[in-house]
């Protein structure tokens, strides 16, 4: 077995460093060698050592062949580029991920909640809605656009039930029950606001964002 198959195994079982050390075992600059500057940007990813991460999956997709390969590095890419908050970095790999004529749900949510980060809003609706197109029941889509409508104040009502169907789907998600929180809020209904916004705390959502949200709906509440 060569360093790489067992570099492969040792990711596929969780033991991202043990599986980087391995693949750095190879004697081959990753630079010229577009498969292993991908497996490596995986561990760096799942290490959260995120500018080697850049770096590798960036030689990887300019210089293999793989189109699918390719296609699974921009996806990489583009979801560290979105939580490091290098929204245009995301943009930029899920655009090229269309034009290379892929589509999914996953796509097109992405470049939804990449978009509104940049103030883009008729264009990241735009894409959320071609991902409902695809799949009316894609809970992580319905939540953003529900999450999205509301706090831009876009039809607040039609938020809300986006954002119900998103709970409906996965009920114990502490995340999706804060965004109907903020849904509620934003429809003036404080006193279901704040029970949500309550629970998507002791479900494990995002904590920030979720005190700052209940925080919000308090001072309201309290008029």
């Known amino acids: 077995m060569t360093f790489r198959e067992d570099g492969l195994n040792l990711y596929n079982n969780g033991l991202y460093q043990e599986a980087l050390d391995t693949l750095l075992s190879e004697d081959i600059d990753p630079v010229d060698d577009p498969e292993l500057a991908y497996l490596m940007g995986l561990c760096y990813t799942r290490l959260e050592e995120f500018s080697a991460a850049v770096f590798y999956l960036e030689k990887a997709a300019e210089r293999d062949s793989s189109l699918i390969r390719i296609y699974q590095c921009r996806m990489v890419l583009s979801y560290v580029y979105n939580i490091t908050k290098n929204f245009k970095g995301a943009e930029n790999q899920l655009k090229k991920v269309l034009k290379d004529g892929f589509e999914s749900c996953q796509i097109f949510t992405s470049l939804g909640y990449a978009l509104w980060n940049q103030k883009k809003v008729e264009e990241s609706i735009d894409f959320l809605s071609r991902s409902l197109e695809l799949d009316p029941e894609n809970a992580n889509t319905l939540n953003s656009m529900g999450y999205i409508m509301a706090d831009e104040g876009i039809n607040p009502e039609k938020a809300v039930e986006y954002c119900q169907m998103a709970l409906s789907i996965q009920p114990d998600n502490g995340n999706y029950m804060d965004s109907l929180a903020w849904a509620l809020f934003r429809t003036g209904k404080l006193k279901e606001a704040k029970i949500y916004a309550e ?25």
């Open 199 to 223: 629970k998507a705390l002791k479900a494990g959502g995002d904590e920030p964002i979720c005190k700052g949200h209940l925080k919000m709906i308090e001072q309201y509440d309290r008029f």
